[in-house]
């Protein structure tokens, strides 16, 4: 899929399907990423957020920090919001310089992977989520 040739002391990375060598099928991928990033971060907030006040009205407010103090919540909401910057930048990055078009195919190609590490944090933190709003987790803590 990633063709890489070194000659003369020349680095290329040559054209795949997943890396477009023109500004605007780059522009189409880090928009497309950056799009879905923020829908799925958006709608997994306030899942989150409508959960723990739901939780926190029908048992205790201590719902609310021992959900919100978990490090690997914070870690893989950040992951998702990093993703998303991630995304912009590179859609930033892309253009006409001179005349020129520059297109990042590295940064590019890193794009769809991120992509997908930060969609699958979303079943982690709604798993985790909702294990820990079940009253027989707020009792035994």
């Not at 997943?18 to 709608?43: E, F, K, N, Q, Y």
Request: hydrophobic share 55%; aromatic share 6%; with cysteine.
């Amino acid at each position: 899929m990633l063709a890489l040739g070194i000659r003369e002391g020349e680095f290329s990375l040559s054209r795949t399907f997943l890396v477009d060598d023109s500004t605007a099928g780059a522009r189409a991928i880090a928009a497309a990423c950056a799009g879905a990033l923020i829908t799925v971060t958006g709608t997994t907030i306030s899942g989150v957020l409508v959960a723990l006040s739901v939780a926190s009205g029908q048992f205790t407010s201590r719902v609310l920090r021992g959900v919100t103090a978990k490090r690997s919540y914070q870690v893989a909401l950040g992951i998702m919001v990093g993703a998303f910057v991630y995304c912009l930048v590179v859609l930033s990055a892309v253009g006409t310089s001179q005349g020129e078009e520059f297109v990042p195919r590295l940064a590019v190609l890193g794009v769809l992977p991120l992509t997908v590490i930060a969609v699958a944090m979303v079943p982690y933190v709604a798993h985790g989520v909702a294990q820990a709003i079940q009253a027989s987790e707020l009792l035994a803590h």
